[in-house]
């Protein structure tokens, strides 16, 4: 078994909580670059691994030719920069979601992945959730029989992460709720009712709860480590949305913070025969009918790990060339859906799409 060479590009929280852990467990793989604008980021990741060269500027790590496989692990403004001149130099590609800023970013993704002929993955990572996969082969099968409406609900209690840095800087971060926590949601969808194109979106953001950042009240906050009280906050903190797909009609509701004290964390899949509850990072719930009855069968699947899933399905494609499902040409379909959530609110009406 030969060893592949990985470069980690951003040495934050996802890097540090699951590409490089996942990349230790996996005998394939050896970090050879830690690689952060913050130096004391990548050394601190360096020597937590225990080897590896650390560096501030991502285009050395692609000038080592014995690098095979690079996870970009940054801010979404430079996904596509370092992605794209990341397989020019012919490296493969792990790219955390979203994909991009914008669609427009991501098809420049997409097209570099097929100029260069090299692996571009999307860390869609609920696409190795042992759930998400039980309810997909189920879906398959025809358990609940024709799809026609599936609603998804990702709605918290006052929860904006940062606020005033980079996640809720528009410039950064290309959105709000919708591209950080609907991304997940929306791309399990697509994953099980196999990848169906939006056909026309309506949807309206909202931009209320975090615009006065000195008085915004919070229980909790993720990633306060990069809160910026005189920072910035333009991004969307929650998003209704109806889309019409190849397949089911989707009805999103989604919010970083609301005022509504009650959480919200689920995908309704609804056919004609059947229909799934998904409890997102759990189990889920089947209802249905059997011999003119109701019938209710509780699964107590979770999501294993799944990261690590990720990381052993993305070495596989730098061993061998093949593909999986987290390939840039599904995370491309999730991208124009997103894309026109956005395009519909900010022009307050309905979008079609080609």
Same mark, same amino acid.
């Given at each position: 078994m030969s060893t592949i060479p990985v470069a980690v590009i951003g040495c934050g929280t996802?890097?540090? *909580?699951?590409?490089?852990? *996942?990349?230790?467990? !996996?005998?394939?793989?050896?970090?050879?670059?830690?690689?952060?604008?913050? #130096?004391?980021?990548?050394?601190?990741? %360096? !020597?937590?691994?225990?080897? &590896?060269?650390?560096?501030? !500027?991502?285009?050395?790590v692609l000038q080592d030719p014995d690098v095979k496989a690079v996870s970009v692990c940054t801010p979404?403004?430079?996904?596509?920069?370092?992605?794209? @001149?990341?397989?020019?130099?012919?490296?493969?590609?792990?790219?955390?979601?979203?994909? @991009?800023?914008?669609?427009?970013? $991501?098809?420049?993704?997409?097209?570099?992945?097929?100029?260069t002929g090299r692996t571009l993955n999307i860390g869609v990572v609920n696409r190795f959730n042992e759930a998400v996969n039980q309810i997909k082969e189920r879906i398959d099968a025809g358990?609940?029989?024709?799809?026609?409406?599936?609603?998804? *609900?990702?709605?918290?209690? %006052? *929860?904006? #992460?940062?606020?005033?840095?980079?996640?809720?800087?528009?410039?950064?971060?290309?959105?709000g709720a919708l591209i950080d926590w609907g991304v997940h949601y929306l791309d399990i969808v697509m994953y099980c009712l196999g990848d169906p194109e939006a056909k026309t979106v309506s949807a309206e953001t909202f931009s209320v709860l975090g615009r006065d950042i000195p008085n915004y009240v919070y229980e909790s906050m993720w990633a306060e480590n990069t809160a910026d009280m005189n920072g910035v906050y333009d991004v969307d903190d929650s998003i209704t949305a109806?889309?019409?797909?190849?397949? #089911?009609?989707?009805t999103v509701m989604? $919010?970083? @913070?609301?005022?509504?004290?009650?959480?919200? $964390?689920?995908?309704?899949?609804? &056919?004609?025969? @059947?229909?799934?509850?998904?409890?997102? &990072?759990?189990?889920?719930?089947?209802?249905?009918?059997?011999?003119?009855?109701?019938?209710?069968?509780?699964?107590? $699947?979770?999501t294993g790990n799944m990261f690590a899933a990720e990381i052993s399905s993305f070495l596989d494609c730098v061993e061998t060339g093949s593909e999986n499902p987290a390939r840039m040409e599904q995370a491309i379909l999730t991208s124009r859906m997103m894309q026109a959530m956005y395009d519909s609110a900010a022009a307050h009406r309905e979008v079609i799409l080609d």
């Open positions: 996802i890097a540090n *909580s699951a590409h490089i852990p *996942s990349y230790v467990k !996996d005998p394939r793989a050896k970090i050879t670059w830690f690689c952060d604008i913050i #130096p004391e980021r990548a050394e601190a990741a %360096r !020597d937590a691994y225990g080897s &590896g060269k650390v560096t501030t !500027d991502y285009r050395e979404n403004n430079v996904h596509a920069e370092i992605t794209i @001149a990341a397989l020019e130099a012919g490296k493969d590609v792990l790219c955390e979601k979203p994909a @991009a800023r914008t669609c427009a970013e $991501a098809e420049q993704m997409l097209a570099a992945k097929k100029r358990e609940l029989g024709t799809v026609h409406h599936v609603y998804v *609900s990702f709605r918290a209690h %006052r *929860s904006i #992460p940062g606020i005033g840095g980079a996640f809720t800087t528009h410039a950064i971060a290309g959105g109806l889309v019409r797909t190849t397949g #089911p009609v989707v989604g $919010a970083w @913070a609301q005022n509504i004290g009650v959480g919200e $964390a689920f995908i309704d899949f609804m &056919g004609d025969r @059947a229909g799934i509850r998904l409890q997102y &990072g759990g189990g889920f719930t089947v209802y249905g009918t059997e011999g003119k009855k109701l019938t209710t069968e509780v699964v107590e $699947a979770g």
